[in-house]
């Protein structure tokens, strides 16, 4: 096609009688010159330079079409660095330039001032009078116009300078594809680079956040953006993976359900997320097998045009991205069955080993004490009294040290951040880490008895409270070197018991958080009770907690 119109045109001059050398030679030329070079910008500035020498014009401007229909870009010579100072405004394709947009075909006028559609020209614009203009067709779309103005060597622009610039303007449309075409190859090759040298990071062991901070930095770069964040999980309840200048804090943000990258204003999405002088925001999704689960938020200071380069450029970083997050949860889940792998063979190690000589140790001595019991004296001495008890404390510590290591292989069956916290056992267990975590002593954990199948699920919140309350307490005021924390099931009864070494509670102390457990236990048909001992110089102290209630009835 425009090879076709190039035809025409020379059919033109040759119908018009044209056959100078020279001005053959300098429509080639002319021609050549702008068909030099890839840069847009460059050729854009080339073409108004070229045209204006061939008609000998004083003014030459190129308005590049707008997505509106009006310009969204003017290249001009001829005004001088002091006029464009002084003048208010370039021109936005009104009036005879918005005609030439409107009606893409060439337009000679000897009077600009006379003509219908003339609107005048911005305050302090340079006097034009005589007009010529012709569109600039690249792939049978009007890119633009040529607009000429001012003839010096004649009064007004004539046939041949219209025939001319036709000519010029089949070359510009092509030099403009050109360029358009090696832009476009260029933004792909950019885009590709970037998802080249970003994809490979996870698979050299790059950490996810650095590879998608520096995703959000190429995508910034890419796109002109303000600020690039990438963002998985659900509204309110969001992360933030990736991202360009500061920090920001997600958490609770709440972002629009979309499959497909969606062009907003601002006032869309959350303020947190808006910084520098923002007005729109593209959101691309992150997509996985089961769905949308994420976000990459691109916001701008004006609204952005996707050309189709961009358009899969970004899709690809968005593969990436998602790429990136899945291997990173794939790998930590790999790491967390290792560990869990290895949990078990300890677990198993003290099940078939230690509790196992436990029991036997422990059978062992109570053998011993009916032996002793069956054989004893009515004169039996203070020591054989003495022997006695001590046998009878190694066994109810043997019966202590047995739950603790049960309850320790239960712990160690359990992948970390993955907990079941259905059962009770877990519940139990991460209540007592939570409050621990900053405190100077660990305290203890036993179980006895079916717990995580007899005691019903209404009972939960209760237990919560009773082990908030209670061990928090414990851990902030009784300065004890131990506590202990059991929980059984037996008789029918559950029993939470939280014990310390410490200070006790004194006489002055209101009871106001024991006494909401007090109610508690009253509402389940149980009962609490506190006992409290001071400690001093000869005798140890402590408290003792106990909340007890039936499990059926």
């Known amino acids: 096609m425009p090879m076709k119109r190039l035809a025409q045109a020379l059919d033109e001059l040759t119908r018009q009688g044209i056959d100078d050398p020279a001005i053959l030679r300098d429509l080639l030329e002319a021609v050549l010159v702008v068909g030099q070079g890839l840069e ?45 100072a002084r003048m208010d405004h370039l021109p936005v394709g009104r009036g005879v330039l918005g005609l030439l947009i409107e009606q893409p075909q060439v337009l000679r006028i000897p009077a600009l001032a006379k003509h219908p559609s ?79 040298r970003r994809g490979s990071e996870p698979l050299a062991g790059i950490a996810l956040a650095d590879t998608l901070s520096r995703l959000c930095d190429d995508v910034a770069t890419l796109t002109d953006a303000v600020d690039v964040f990438i963002l998985t999980g659900r509204s309110g309840d969001v992360v933030v993976r990736g991202h360009t200048g500061a920090a920001v804090a997600a958490g609770d943000l709440t972002l629009p359900l979309t499959g497909v990258r969606t062009v907003l204003p601002v006032a869309d999405i959350p303020s947190e997320l808006v910084r520098h002088a923002a007005q729109w925001v593209t959101v691309q999704p992150l997509q ?6 994420g976000w990459i938020v691109i916001t701008h200071r004006t609204r952005p045009e996707w050309a189709e380069e961009d358009v899969s450029g970004l899709a690809g970083v968005a593969e990436v991205a998602s790429l990136s997050v899945v291997y990173a ?12 792998e290895d949990r078990h063979r300890i677990a198993r190690d003290l099940h078939d080993h230690v509790i196992q000589r436990l029991f036997a140790i422990g059978m062992s001595v109570q053998t011993m004490l009916a032996a002793s019991v069956s054989g004893r004296r009515l004169d039996e001495t203070e020591a054989d009294r003495a022997t006695t008890a001590r046998l009878e404390q190694v066994v109810v510590d043997l019966d202590r040290t047995i739950a603790q290591i ?77 506590i202990d924390v059991s929980v059984s099931a037996d008789d029918d009864v559950l029993t939470v018991e939280i014990a310390d070494d410490g200070v006790g509670i004194g006489t002055g102390v209101a009871y106001r958080g024991l006494d909401n457990l007090t109610r508690r236990a009253e509402e389940c048909d149980g009962v609490f009770g506190i006992v409290t001992a001071p400690r001093s110089p000869s005798k140890s102290g402590g408290t003792t907690l106990t909340w007890s209630v039936p499990l059926s009835g």
Not at 288 to 293: D, E, I, N, T, V
Request: charged share 20%; aromatic share 6%; with cysteine.
């Open 288 to 293: 996985r097998a089961a769905g949308a689960f």
């Open 329 to 340: 949860e794939q790998q930590q889940t790999a790491r967390d069955l290792e560990v869990l």
């Open 118 to 196: 003339s609107v005048g020209f911005p305050r302090n614009h340079p006097p034009m009078n005589t007009f010529l203009g012709a569109p600039i067709i690249v792939r049978g779309s009007v890119f633009g116009s040529i607009y000429l103005t001012e003839k010096q060597s004649a009064p007004e622009f004539g046939e041949i300078d219209e025939t001319l610039v036709a000519v010029l303007a089949v070359a510009a449309g092509i030099a403009v594809d050109n360029a358009r075409l090696f832009e476009r190859a260029r933004t792909r090759h950019r885009w590709m680079q970037a998802i080249a």
């Open 406 to 482: 049960r309850t320790s292989i239960f712990d160690l069956q359990t992948a970390p951040g993955q907990h079941d916290t259905s059962t009770l056992r877990r519940r139990v267990l991460d209540i007592v880490a939570e409050l621990a975590t900053h405190a100077p002593i660990a305290p203890g954990v036993a179980f006895a008895g079916p717990v995580d199948t007899v005691v019903p699920e209404s009972l939960g919140p209760h237990i919560d409270a009773v082990l908030r309350e209670g061990l928090s307490n414990a851990l902030r005021h009784a300065d004890a070197e131990h």
């Open 40 to 84: 847009l910008d460059r050729a854009l500035q080339r073409i108004v330079e070229v045209a204006s020498q061939v008609v000998d014009a004083r003014y030459c401007a190129l308005g590049v079409r707008g997505p509106d229909g009006g310009l969204s870009a003017f290249v001009y010579t001829g005004i001088s660095a002091t006029q464009r």
